[in-house]
């Protein structure tokens, strides 16, 4: 309950279309600057968290609150909280042929600032933004994710992360299907997106691949819907060499 | 003859239950008196293009009838599928989507045709621009035949525009005669004002490995019927066509689409995109029909609806015709609202569900209208997107 | 018979299962005379002892008749001609309630198609029909305990039920809704009268068999079912009829009320013989929270129309249609399913599969509606054709209506043949090509079988079978 909290989640208990609950009680505490990494075995219901955290209208919160700079957001739709300062970076994102990526992220950064775009300068920040990714400048014409691999996607999901500059960004399985190379971009990526800003960071994942080039502040293991253990950065290395199993005994 | 014509076009190629009404459409053009019965003629021709002015319309489908042995060459132990329509068009020199009653209003009015003929082997370096540009009160009725002789390609770019509050009529009838190795591209764009009742009923034959493109863009009018039969007579014909439309306020738009797939390997892929909103009402008819030899033939329809408003009204029949075992048929259609997954996807980067939809539906006609080749009615059409979204 | 060893194998399934006819005696049978004229149906209606509102209806439903006009989107119904249809034909017993007191020919017929077997073994009860008339009709008694109803409709039009029947019989179906209809409302003979009480679950099956033995005739069987509140049946219906070479007409009527939060499955085989014209009409209401599943496999008939209704009314009501025709040669069958969406929040899910071959038409035809006070529907539709050989046709002729923004509509069809490969797998690994291809096509109606209970399912297989041989 400190003051400079940024996302405070309070005995939040989640459930899919009123069915049985799939998060039970979860609380969380995130400081700007700070990166949390939320680690479990599958189907725990890592991504709900995500979900619920950005308001998926699919996801009911059955109890609890979410607070985002201290002013509880549970109830707002999306779109509301993106404009506050957060992000979700999917893991399969949507394919919307007829809309390019540049002006996708040029409509949605207009939306957020409700500034008008200065085309040249928006064009040099997407560009340099795309370098960093090593991404090619044609992408920025394509049509959104239509046809893109599986790390294009990813890719330009990240893209999307350092053009519109959020306070707080989760990162759902952003490494999962991404060969060697596209983790390393990816994570330059996110270390980008950490070295500039005050921003903090929720990254969900069941792999280690992409942390290991990433401070870590503190580490979260979600089991059965339930956080069971949390840690700092080292967790990760102990997770990755010992698996989940001792946190799912636990449970 | 008067155009008191109460006309039964746009027949669905079987019929089926009665309560649907979607067997056919009907169109009044007692309303209107038309005085323009000739084409405008093309900015300019490119080379190896000739053009025969203002053919009477009977005369001017011979091109068809000549051909006749090879575009409706007879099918050895054809069977008629249950409640089979074809009767009805038999007359026509060249099967239209919009059918023989067309033919009929052509003729009885006096309605002139432009047949525009590119020399074998040509491929036209520039597209033939023709411009409907209506005035207020303007009626029109008039036809193009575009013939592409052997291995030769052209691309052709009909516009109709108008001011936003004029009305008016006009109808055209589009032939297409892709001879062997030939390709006709045909974009028409449909920028009319409000109060335009509008047709467009188009046929095609394609011989051995001719192709025919057609980009349509729907967007404007009070009343819209549109048609197209494209008859993949021989093999390796391909018949491809993207359709853009918008439909707003209380009006309708009537489709008919057929591919007629006769020679072998012959492909037909047909693309619908649309967005209906307000009291706005659409019948979309859309056929695959392998007849019986056209043996590895590939047909795929599929249609993307939009529904934006409760009021609106929409009609889909998606036909699938066969007596020939091998071929691959496909038809699928998605009919709703802005999906919720995509919405929330938007709505994470901060794009409110309004935005989000003006989003969609520029991004579903633009994916069309960036088919268009000229640049100046491109950005014509582009521009009308941004102003109505 | 059979040529080669190969089709030995498949021709062991007898077609004569159904095609057995025992020849009905004169003296045993009454029949009455061909055509349909006012005194035909007053003819009816006096043989049923018809209460008077019925005898009038039945009237009103000739006059219908003569006014509709033949529909003119289906298959040709030219080759039927009702003047040559005899409307009625009983055996002069009444119907029994135990097997040993059915006459002796009739009992044969059953025995041979199983009925009574499979009443013992795996059904809650059964009626079996033959010709015009029921000629058995048996529920289990800790079924009759339960309170549930299953009796010819003739005599619940007379008993404990009459109003009920009266308030339900072709109100979901009304005469004025096609030619058929009408014809079904003036000369409609047996049937069965299903209630389930509220709450009740009935947990095995009930049947009804369906027997077309006389040449020249019609069926005109009328199937109420009522399934109150809560309740819970699985009803299935059979049919099969000799082939002659003059025409046959079945022209049923099946009407279901499903009630709030009630399920009912309703399972056909239908397997008429290859003279049958079948015009059958079904069509079922559903309540709040309710669900109607229709499993329907069309083997036999000449020509069929046959499109099964689904009226879901009451919010959160649910629709699941899974359906499989083969048309083999000399058969039109026109079939598919409608359904319309009242309710909010309703639901359909519509599955098909049709098999052409030998020059057999089949055609998929459906309907899908969405009313404008159907908010949050959801509607998906797919339906697969296979064609055998290149002398059939496959046709799919789906419509939608869809009348609000706020539902979820999607549409699936496509066609195809047996890839060349998958055939030369099997036969890579010893199967006969025509085995093969038997495999692969019960491979795609699998979806359907698996809906059906066990031996059911092992019916139709060996319908399929034996399409699949040139001998159904």
Same mark, same amino acid.
């Given at each position: 309950?400190?003051?400079?909290?940024?996302?405070?989640?309070?005995?939040?208990?989640?459930?899919?279309?009123?069915?049985?609950?799939?998060?039970?009680?979860?609380?969380?505490?995130?400081?700007?600057?700070?990166?949390?990494?939320?680690?479990?075995?599958?189907?725990?219901?890592?991504?709900?968290?995500?979900?619920?955290? $950005?308001?998926?209208?699919?996801?009911?919160?059955?109890?609890?609150?979410?607070?985002?700079?201290?002013?509880?957001?549970?109830?707002?739709? &999306?779109?509301?909280?993106?404009?506050?300062?957060?992000?979700?970076?999917?893991?399969?994102?949507?394919?919307?042929?007829?809309?390019?990526?540049?002006?996708?992220?040029?409509?949605?950064?207009?939306?957020?600032?409700?500034?008008?775009?200065?085309?040249?300068?928006?064009?040099?920040?997407?560009?340099?933004?795309?370098?960093?990714?090593?991404?090619?400048?044609?992408?920025?014409?394509?049509?959104?994710?239509?046809?893109?691999?599986?790390?294009?996607?990813?890719?330009?999901?990240?893209?999307?992360?350092?053009?519109?500059?959020?306070?707080?960004?989760?990162?759902? %399985?952003?490494?999962?299907?991404?060969?060697?190379?596209?983790?390393?971009?990816?994570?330059?990526?996110?270390?980008?997106?950490?070295?500039?800003?005050?921003?903090?960071?929720?990254?969900?994942?069941?792999?280690?691949?992409?942390?290991?080039?990433?401070?870590? !502040?503190?580490?979260?293991?979600?089991?059965?819907?339930?956080?069971?253990?949390?840690?700092?950065?080292?967790?990760?290395?102990?997770?990755?060499?010992?698996?989940?199993?001792?946190?799912?005994? %636990?449970? | 003859?008067?155009?008191?014509?109460?006309?039964?076009?746009?027949?669905?190629?079987?019929?089926?239950?009665?309560?649907?009404?979607?067997?056919?459409?009907?169109?009044?053009?007692?309303?209107?008196?038309? #005085?323009?019965?000739?084409?405008?003629?093309?900015?300019?021709?490119?080379?190896?293009?000739?053009?025969?002015?203002?053919?009477?319309?009977?005369?001017?489908?011979?091109?068809?009838?000549?051909?006749?042995?090879?575009?409706?060459?007879?099918?050895?132990?054809?069977?008629?599928?249950?409640?089979?329509?074809?009767?009805?068009?038999?007359?026509?020199?060249?099967?239209?989507?919009?059918?023989?009653?067309?033919?009929?209003?052509?003729?009885?009015?006096?309605?002139?045709?432009?047949?525009?003929?590119?020399?074998?082997?040509?491929?036209?370096?520039?597209?033939?621009?023709?411009?409907?540009?209506?005035?207020?009160?303007? &009626?029109?009725?008039?036809? #193009?035949?575009?013939?592409?002789?052997?291995?030769?390609?052209?691309?052709?770019?009909?516009?109709?525009?108008?001011?936003?509050?004029?009305?008016?009529?006009?109808?055209?009838?589009?032939?297409?005669?892709?001879?062997?190795?030939?390709?006709?591209?045909?974009?028409?764009?449909?920028?009319?004002?409000?109060?335009?009742?509008?047709?467009?009923?188009?046929?095609?034959?394609?011989?051995?490995?001719?192709?025919?493109?057609?980009?349509?863009?729907?967007?404007?009018?009070?009343?819209?019927?549109?048609?197209?039969?494209?008859?993949?007579?021989?093999?390796?014909?391909?018949?491809?066509?993207?359709?853009?439309?918008?439909?707003?306020? !209380?009006?309708?738009?009537?489709?008919?689409?057929? +591919?007629?797939?006769?020679?072998?390997?012959?492909?037909?892929?047909?693309?619908?995109?649309?967005?209906?909103?307000?009291?706005?009402?659409?019948?979309?008819?859309?056929?695959?029909?392998?007849?019986?030899?056209?043996?590895?033939?590939?047909?795929?329809?599929?249609?993307? +609806?939009?529904?934006?408003?409760?009021?609106?009204?929409?009609?889909?029949?998606?036909?699938?015709?066969?007596?020939?075992?091998?071929?691959?048929?496909?038809?699928? /259609?998605?009919?709703? %609202?802005?999906?919720?997954?995509?919405?929330?996807?938007?709505?994470?980067?901060?794009?409110?569900?309004?935005?989000?939809?003006?989003? $969609?539906?520029?991004?579903?006609?633009?994916?069309? &209208?960036?088919?268009?080749?000229?640049?100046?009615?491109?950005?014509?059409?582009?521009?009308?997107?941004?102003?109505?979204? | 018979?059979?040529?080669?060893?190969?089709?030995?194998?498949? +021709?062991?399934?007898?077609?004569?299962?159904?095609?057995?006819?025992?020849?009905?005696?004169?003296?045993?049978?009454?029949? $009455?005379?061909?055509?349909?004229?006012?005194?035909?149906?007053?003819?009816?209606?006096?043989?049923?002892?018809?209460?008077?509102?019925?005898?009038?209806?039945?009237?009103?439903?000739?006059?219908?008749?003569?006014?509709?006009?033949?529909?003119?989107?289906?298959?040709?119904?030219?080759?039927?001609?009702?003047?040559?249809?005899?409307?009625?034909?009983?055996?002069?017993?009444?119907?029994?309630?135990?097997?040993?007191?059915?006459?002796?020919?009739?009992?044969?017929?059953?025995?041979?198609?199983?009925?009574?077997?499979?009443?013992?073994?795996?059904?809650?009860?059964?009626?079996? #029909?033959?010709?015009?008339?029921?000629?058995?009709?048996?529920?289990?008694?800790?079924?009759?305990?339960?309170?549930?109803?299953?009796?010819?409709?003739?005599?619940?039009?007379?008993? %404990?039920?009459?109003?009920?029947?009266?308030?339900?019989?072709?109100?979901?179906?009304?005469?004025?809704?096609?030619?058929?209809?009408?014809?079904?409302?003036?000369?409609?003979?047996?049937?069965?009268?299903?209630?389930?009480?509220?709450?009740?679950?009935?947990?095995?099956?009930?049947?009804?068999?369906?027997?077309?033995?006389?040449?020249?005739?019609?069926?005109?069987?009328?199937?109420?079912?009522?399934?109150?509140?809560?309740?819970?049946?699985?009803?299935?219906?059979?049919?099969?009829?000799?082939?002659?070479?003059?025409?046959?007409?079945?022209?049923?009527?099946?009407?279901?009320?499903?009630?709030?939060?009630?399920?009912?499955?309703?399972?056909?085989?239908?397997?008429?013989?290859?003279?049958?014209?079948?015009?059958?009409?079904?069509?079922?209401?559903? @309540?709040?929270?309710?669900?109607?599943?229709?499993?329907?496999?069309?083997?036999?008939?000449?020509?069929?129309?046959?499109?099964?209704?689904?009226?879901?009314?009451?919010?959160?009501?649910?629709?699941?249609?899974?359906?499989?025709?083969?048309?083999?040669?000399?058969?039109?069958?026109?079939?598919? /399913?409608?359904?319309?969406?009242?309710?909010?929040?309703?639901?359909?899910?519509?599955?098909?599969?049709?098999?052409?071959?030998?020059?057999?038409?089949?055609?998929?035809?459906?309907?899908?509606?969405?009313?404008?006070?159907?908010?949050?529907?959801?509607?998906?539709?797919?339906?697969?054709?296979?064609?055998?050989?290149?002398?059939?046709?496959?046709?799919?002729?789906?419509?939608?209506?869809?009348?609000?923004?706020?539902?979820?509509?999607?549409?699936?069809?496509?066609?195809?043949?047996?890839?060349?490969?998958?055939?030369?797998?099997?036969?890579?690994?010893?199967?006969?090509? @025509?085995?093969?291809?038997?495999?692969?096509?019960?491979?795609? /109606?699998?979806?359907?079988?698996?809906?059906?209970?066990?031996?059911?399912?092992?019916?139709?297989?060996?319908?399929?079978?034996?399409? $699949?041989?040139?001998?159904?």
């Amino acid at each position: 309950m400190s003051e400079n909290s940024l996302l405070q989640v309070k005995d939040l208990s989640v459930s899919i279309d009123n069915e049985l609950p799939i998060l039970h009680n979860i609380n969380l505490d995130i400081k700007p600057g700070e990166t949390h990494v939320l680690m479990g075995p599958n189907g725990a219901g890592k991504s709900t968290l995500g979900f619920t955290l $950005m308001g998926n209208p699919h996801y009911c919160v059955t109890e609890g609150n979410i607070l985002f700079e201290g002013q509880d957001i549970t109830d707002i739709s &999306a779109d509301k909280r993106a404009k506050a300062g957060m992000f979700l970076s999917f893991q399969n994102p949507y394919e919307v042929p007829g809309i390019s990526l540049g002006s996708f992220i040029r409509n949605a950064y207009h939306n957020q600032t409700g500034e008008p775009v200065k085309l040249l300068a928006f064009k040099k920040s997407l560009k340099a933004a795309m370098d960093i990714l090593s991404m090619d400048e044609s992408y920025a014409d394509r049509d959104l994710n239509v046809g893109f691999s599986g790390g294009e996607k990813k890719k330009a999901e990240i893209l999307q992360l350092l053009m519109l500059k959020p306070k707080f960004a989760i990162l759902d %399985e952003t490494d999962s299907g991404l060969d060697v190379d596209a983790v390393r971009t990816v994570s330059k990526g996110i270390e980008e997106y950490q070295k500039k800003k005050d921003g903090a960071l929720l990254i969900i994942t069941h792999s280690t691949k992409i942390l290991e080039s990433l401070h870590v !502040d503190y580490t979260h293991v979600l089991v059965k819907g339930n956080i069971v253990h949390t840690g700092d950065g080292s967790l990760v290395d102990e997770i990755n060499a010992n698996g989940f199993e001792r946190f799912v005994k %636990e449970d | 003859m008067s155009n008191d014509l109460n006309m039964k076009v746009n027949v669905l190629p079987v019929l089926t239950y009665n309560f649907l009404h979607v067997n056919d459409s009907t169109l009044q053009i007692s309303d209107f008196n038309i #005085q323009e019965l000739n084409s405008p003629s093309a900015k300019e021709l490119p080379a190896g293009v000739t053009v025969e002015k203002a053919v009477p319309f009977a005369e001017a489908g011979e091109i068809f009838r000549e051909n006749n042995d090879r575009i409706l060459a007879p099918i050895d132990g054809h069977v008629e599928p249950n409640g089979d329509t074809s009767a009805r068009d038999k007359d026509q020199a060249l099967r239209t989507g919009m059918g023989a009653d067309v033919d009929g209003l052509m003729t009885s009015l006096g309605a002139t045709v432009d047949i525009y003929t590119v020399e074998e082997g040509v491929k036209a370096d520039k597209p033939i621009v023709i411009s409907y540009d209506m005035k207020n009160g303007d &009626a029109s009725l008039s036809g #193009q035949i575009i013939h592409a002789k052997k291995n030769s390609e052209v691309t052709v770019v009909i516009a109709y525009t108008s001011d936003n509050d004029a009305s008016g009529f006009v109808g055209v009838s589009t032939r297409l005669f892709a001879e062997d190795g030939a390709k006709i591209n045909l974009v028409k764009t449909q920028l009319l004002g409000e109060g335009f009742v509008h047709f467009d009923d188009i046929g095609g034959a394609c011989l051995s490995d001719g192709k025919i493109d057609l980009v349509t863009l729907e967007l404007g009018g009070c009343k819209t019927l549109t048609g197209a039969y494209v008859n993949l007579a021989e093999k390796e014909s391909v018949f491809t066509s993207n359709m853009g439309y918008l439909v707003r306020g !209380d009006h309708d738009l009537d489709i008919n689409y057929v +591919a007629d797939h006769r020679g072998k390997k012959a492909q037909g892929l047909m693309q619908f995109k649309g967005v209906l909103m307000d009291n706005a009402s659409k019948t979309f008819r859309g056929t695959i029909d392998f007849k019986k030899g056209s043996s590895g033939s590939v047909g795929d329809e599929q249609e993307d +609806a939009l529904l934006l408003s409760e009021d609106v009204i929409n009609k889909t029949m998606p036909v699938i015709l066969c007596q020939e075992e091998d071929v691959e048929g496909r038809h699928g /259609a998605t009919i709703g %609202e802005l999906g919720e997954d995509l919405l929330f996807y938007m709505q994470t980067r901060g794009i409110d569900e309004a935005t989000a939809k003006k989003i $969609m539906i520029k991004a579903r006609l633009d994916s069309v &209208a960036g088919l268009i080749p000229d640049p100046e009615i491109k950005q014509k059409t582009l521009y009308y997107i941004q102003n109505i979204v | 018979m059979a040529d080669t060893n190969n089709k030995q194998v498949v +021709a062991d399934i007898d077609r004569s299962l159904y095609d057995f006819k025992d020849v009905e005696s004169e003296k045993d049978f009454y029949r $009455m005379a061909e055509g349909l004229t006012e005194e035909t149906v007053l003819k009816v209606s006096e043989e049923k002892n018809d209460p008077e509102w019925m005898r009038d209806f039945r009237l009103e439903c000739l006059k219908l008749y003569n006014d509709i006009k033949v529909p003119d989107w289906g298959p040709s119904i030219e080759g039927l001609d009702m003047d040559k249809i005899s409307s009625y034909v009983r055996h002069k017993s009444d119907m029994k309630g135990k097997w040993e007191d059915v006459p002796e020919d009739i009992k044969n017929t059953f025995e041979r198609l199983g009925i009574p077997q499979a009443e013992r073994e795996s059904l809650a009860g059964v009626g079996a #029909q033959y010709d015009s008339e029921l000629v058995y009709h048996n529920v289990k008694d800790e079924v009759a305990a339960q309170g549930v109803i299953y009796t010819d409709l003739e005599s619940a039009l007379r008993g %404990e039920y009459a109003d009920m029947i009266k308030s339900h019989f072709m109100k979901l179906v009304p005469p004025t809704d096609h030619k058929f209809a009408a014809l079904h409302g003036a000369v409609w003979s047996g049937g069965s009268f299903v209630y389930v009480p509220k709450g009740v679950k009935v947990d095995i099956p009930l049947q009804s068999y369906f027997r077309l033995n006389a040449a020249g005739a019609g069926q005109f069987e009328h199937t109420l079912i009522i399934v109150d509140e809560g309740a819970d049946l699985h009803f299935i219906e059979g049919c099969s009829a000799p082939k002659y070479n003059v025409a046959n007409l079945h022209a049923g009527c099946v009407e279901l009320y499903v009630g709030k939060n009630a399920r009912l499955r309703y399972s056909t085989i239908e397997n008429w013989s290859k003279n049958m014209y079948n015009l059958n009409t079904k069509r079922a209401i559903v @309540e709040e929270n309710g669900i109607m599943e229709w499993v329907s496999g069309s083997f036999g008939s000449h020509t069929s129309y046959l499109y099964p209704m689904t009226i879901l009314k009451g919010a959160g009501s649910k629709m699941e249609f899974t359906g499989i025709t083969f048309a083999g040669k000399g058969q039109n069958l026109d079939t598919g /399913a409608k359904v319309v969406h009242q309710g909010e929040r309703t639901s359909s899910v519509i599955n098909t599969k049709s098999i052409s071959k030998d020059g057999g038409i089949g055609t998929y035809r459906s309907s899908v509606i969405i009313q404008k006070s159907a908010k949050k529907a959801k509607a998906s539709v797919s339906c697969d054709s296979l064609m055998l050989d290149s002398i059939s046709r496959a046709d799919t002729i789906p419509g939608m209506d869809i009348r609000t923004n706020d539902a979820d509509v999607g549409h699936e069809a496509k066609i195809g043949r047996i890839s060349d490969e998958a055939i030369f797998y099997l036969m890579s690994r010893g199967i006969s090509e @025509e085995d093969a291809k038997a495999m692969i096509v019960s491979g795609f /109606a699998n979806p359907v079988s698996k809906e059906l209970p066990l031996e059911y399912a092992v019916e139709m297989n060996n319908l399929i079978k034996l399409e $699949m041989s040139g001998n159904g």
